[in-house]
């Protein structure tokens, strides 16, 4: 098994451009993420998914689109880049979600975007 | 009081050495909570999840104190392989969306 797969693994934009994230899992997981992380902050939530077809907010939502049409891709979109959107983006999966018992998170390999 | 607090670090100990890390939780509702191991410029990782009881995993050994709200990791004889960031994962009640990482905590094993 892959895992959790992201592409592109790097990335440069120009203010202003578009672009979108696929991530995919081949673990058949209900549930998935995308994050961001930034140096000196945790990873924060964008959007996530709880199963096929369904997306929603997450604590950092603005400027980022998604979408889920197949169970094992998650989809990050990027409408109009800004250079607050510089980041490492990460995607995961998990089986599901309940707070006893946990669920692990199993999170790709990351995207690096710079935007100029 | 933020969500999650760890201290970054870096902590420098050498070969063999003990040491610990914390992570403190503002709510005290939370029930679920994990460590992760983020190597640099690489994806987090589960190291261990962290159950009331206390657990082991070889080396490693978690800790949750929910009278003061806070998770440890205890790492024994460190070993170069162990220098990375550990991030504290908490899950406190009201759904997905409110799971908190911390910023981690970067550990240098030195020879």
């Known amino acids: 098994n892959a895992g959790v797969t992201q592409t592109p693994k790097f990335r440069v934009l120009k203010t202003g451009q578009s672009m979108t994230l696929l991530c995919a899992q081949d673990?058949?997981?209900?549930?998935m993420y995308w994050y961001r992380q930034d140096p000196g902050m945790g990873l924060r939530l964008i959007h996530y998914?709880?199963?096929?077809?369904?997306?929603a907010k997450g604590e950092v939502p603005d400027g980022y689109n998604v979408s889920r049409l197949k169970k094992q891709n998650f989809l990050l979109g990027l409408e109009s880049a800004a250079p607050s959107q510089t980041s490492v983006y990460f995607c995961?999966?998990?089986?599901?979600?309940?707070?006893?018992?946990?669920?692990?998170?199993?999170f790709g390999p990351g995207t690096r975007l710079t935007v100029t | 009081r933020k969500e999650v607090e760890q201290d970054p670090g870096p902590f420098n100990v050498p070969e063999g050495a003990t040491v610990a890390f914390n992570c403190t939780y503002s709510?005290?509702?939370?029930?679920?909570f994990f460590w992760y191991r983020q190597d640099c410029r690489k994806e987090p990782k589960l190291l261990m999840s962290?159950?009331?009881s206390g657990n082991e995993d070889g080396r490693f050994t978690a800790q949750l104190n929910r009278a003061s709200q806070y998770i440890s990791l205890l790492i024994r004889d460190s070993k170069l392989s162990d220098s990375a960031t550990y991030l504290c994962?908490?899950?406190?009640?009201?759904?997905?969306?409110?799971?908190?990482f911390g910023i981690g905590t970067k550990l240098q094993v030195i020879p």
């Open positions: 709510n005290s509702a939370s029930q679920s």
């Open positions: 998914s709880v199963g096929e077809g369904t997306t």
């Open positions: 673990m058949n997981h209900e549930y």
């Open positions: 995961a999966s998990s089986y599901s979600w309940t707070q006893v018992p946990p669920y692990e998170q199993y």
């Open positions: 962290v159950y009331s």
């Open positions: 994962v908490v899950n406190p009640p009201g759904g997905y969306q409110k799971v908190t």
